[in-house]
């Protein structure tokens, strides 16, 4: 692939999970690390955007990021205050407690300050295994009272209907076939990516977003680069503006040397 070095880039946002993460070591490569070194050295603000939730970011523990966008944009922070910040609606919180009540799927509740899991499932096991997490069981009744930020879901994607057509206010996106990013209609990674950015005075054009699964997908469109991991799913590699290697072969630091980011 022939790469064009943008021009003026003055922020990058990474996914955590399968850009950052591993899902071999499930751990940074190195040469990430360095990449996210260099770009500060560069004068390029670093940024996380993920689904995980700030309690969930051991992996990513020791990388220098300016800020961090989390629960897929609903809950944004940087240079210690808060940025923005945006629950799920109750009602539609409420609808999916009955429905996992009702025995329809499990269902992970996400709060600002901790998470719970209705029941562990072969669906439930297979996520945790991916990610390297223990999700602790709890009584999703809380939800119904609690600000609840996201919501993952898990069942096959062809039930997804089963959820929107039930809620009012929410959407869903994926990056595996196991489990749903749950998040407000108008809301993931592209209103968290595009608040961080508006909050730094940046323009979309001076950005660049790495990332490797559907819930990147958002945020690709508000920023005028895209890098998509060479591990990550098809329609991610077809919608960005540039593959690079995947996350075990230098695909960060790969990606921003042909970028002109810095030099290798």
């Not at 070591?25 to 689904?51: C, D, M, N, Y």
């Not at 808060?82 to 609808?95: E, G, K, N």
């Not at 196991?178 to 998040?183: E, K, L, R």
């Not at 909050?199 to 469109?221: H, I, R, T």
Request: glycine letters at 10%.
């Amino acid at each position: 692939m022939s790469w064009n070095n943008p021009q003026g880039i003055k922020a990058a946002f990474f996914d955590a999970d399968g850009t950052l993460v591993s899902f071999n070591t499930h751990a940074v490569p190195e040469s990430t690390k360095l990449a996210l070194r260099r770009l500060r050295q560069a004068g390029i603000h670093t940024f996380l955007a993920t689904g995980r939730a700030g309690y969930q970011l051991a992996p990513v523990a020791g990388c220098d990021f300016e800020g961090c966008v989390t629960f897929n944009g609903q809950y944004c922070y940087a240079g210690g205050r808060v940025i923005h910040s945006r629950p799920l609606d109750r009602d539609d919180v409420a609808t999916v407690v009955n429905q996992v009540n009702a025995g329809l799927y499990q269902a992970l509740f996400m709060e600002l300050d901790g998470c719970y899991v209705s029941a562990h499932d072969e669906r439930v096991l297979e996520a945790e295994r991916v990610a390297d997490v223990v999700l602790p069981d709890g009584d999703i009744s809380q939800a119904l009272e609690h600000d609840v930020y996201q919501l993952n879901v898990f069942f096959e994607p062809e039930r997804d209907d089963l959820l929107l057509r039930t809620t009012n206010n929410l959407k869903m996106t994926r990056w595996t076939p196991n489990f749903a990013d749950v998040m407000p209609k108008h809301g993931g990674k592209a209103k968290g990516v595009r608040t961080m950015l508006e909050s730094y005075g940046l323009s979309p054009d001076e950005a660049v977003a790495f990332g490797d699964g559907g819930n990147d997908l958002s945020m690709f469109g508000v920023v005028g680069t895209s890098v998509a991991m060479g591990n990550g799913n098809p329609d991610v590699k077809e919608q960005a503006d540039y593959v690079t290697d995947d996350v075990d072969h230098d695909g960060i630091y790969n990606a921003c040397v042909n970028m002109g980011l810095f030099e290798g």
